[in-house]
């Protein structure tokens, strides 16, 4: 079959180059540069180019004519493992979970919602949804309700818009932007059994820098629970949890602790430093040869 001819609209090498990463490790088996090339939607040429990239660079396995994961993605997802957002929280997470006796859950935020990458639940709440790995609404759950409070107003849109289709109201007392504008001036979140009763939840977002939440935490457990007198335990105990971890985050250490006035938004204390920007290379860059022509299936 002939190469497919490339999409429109604007697509940067480095999106050539994940989709080719992401359809390499996919694969049911080690694909051929064709296959990869149709199923990425680029020309043959241009796969084969950044194919031999990814091949240098040890993301990418060239075994004959076919292609497999390389070293570099194994190295990855074992420091993954080890250094990702879900085990680096982990330990503030399970802190939190005891110190409250709620089940708690880190969530980062997607397009239109958030997703739920860590959680740590007793045994006494077993009969709550853990929610594990699931995307959530912001007009349904208190985690991306924080999440979506913690982001500048022209970046709420895709949310609200995602909200609105699925019929919740955006405008009155009962409205999602009240929530979002209570949410806002509190720094947190709260939510009663609108996904699951009897369930309650807290949620506050983690920012280290203002208006770019990285991960929001939510305590979560049975509403009855929630009463006024419980709920502010519960957010001084979030608060602690949240200003360690954006110190965490935000280059403080783990054992560096928050200050005891940060301001309800999650920011850790003091500006957040910017990365050094990458060093551009004058080189040009080396043209690969013409892709070889390949055997039979």
């Known amino acids: 079959m002939p190469a497919a001819a490339e999409p429109a609209g604007v697509r940067?090498?480095?999106?050539?180059?994940?989709?080719?990463?992401?359809?390499?490790?996919r694969a049911d088996r080690p694909p051929r540069l064709t296959d990869l090339a149709e199923e990425v939607g680029l020309h043959r040429a241009t796969a084969y180019r950044v194919l031999a990239d990814l091949v240098r660079r040890g993301w990418v396995l060239r075994s004959d004519d076919r292609y497999l994961p390389g070293p570099a993605v194994l190295r990855l997802s074992s420091s993954a493992a080890r250094n990702s957002l879900g085990a680096l929280a982990r330990p503030v997470l399970d802190a939190l979970s005891e110190r409250t006796g709620m089940m708690v859950n880190l969530q980062v935020p997607e397009a239109d919602r958030s997703r739920v990458i860590e959680a740590v639940r007793p045994d006494r709440l077993a009969m709550i949804s853990r929610l594990l790995g699931e995307a959530l609404p912001v007009h349904r759950f208190a985690g991306p309700l924080a999440l979506v409070a913690a982001l500048a107003p022209a970046e709420r849109?895709?949310?609200?818009?995602?909200?609105?289709?699925?019929?919740?109201?955006?405008?009155g007392p009962d409205g999602l932007l009240a929530d979002v504008e209570r949410a806002?001036?509190?720094?947190?979140?709260?939510?009663?059994?609108?996904?699951e009763q009897p369930v309650a939840s807290l949620a506050r977002a983690v920012l280290t820098a203002p208006g770019t939440p990285v991960c929001a935490v939510t305590v979560v457990g049975?509403?009855?629970?929630?009463?006024?007198?419980?709920?502010?335990?519960?957010?001084t105990s979030l608060r602690r949890a949240t200003d360690e971890l954006a110190c965490m985050?935000?280059?403080g250490g783990e054992g560096s602790g928050p200050a005891a006035a940060d301001p309800p938004s999650g920011r850790p204390p003091g500006p957040a430093s910017s990365p050094p920007r990458a060093a551009r290379s004058s080189a040009a860059p080396r043209r690969p040869a013409a892709p070889p022509a390949e055997g039979p299936a």
């Open 222 to 235: 049975l509403g009855a629970e929630f009463d006024e007198r419980r709920l502010d335990a519960l957010r």
């Open 157 to 171: 849109t895709p949310y609200l818009r995602a909200a609105e289709a699925d019929g919740h109201p955006l405008d």
């Open 249 to 251: 985050l935000s280059g």
């Open 184 to 195: 806002e001036r509190t720094g947190f979140a709260v939510e009663y059994g609108r996904n």
């Open 12 to 25: 940067t090498a480095v999106d050539k180059a994940l989709d080719l990463v992401e359809a390499v490790a």
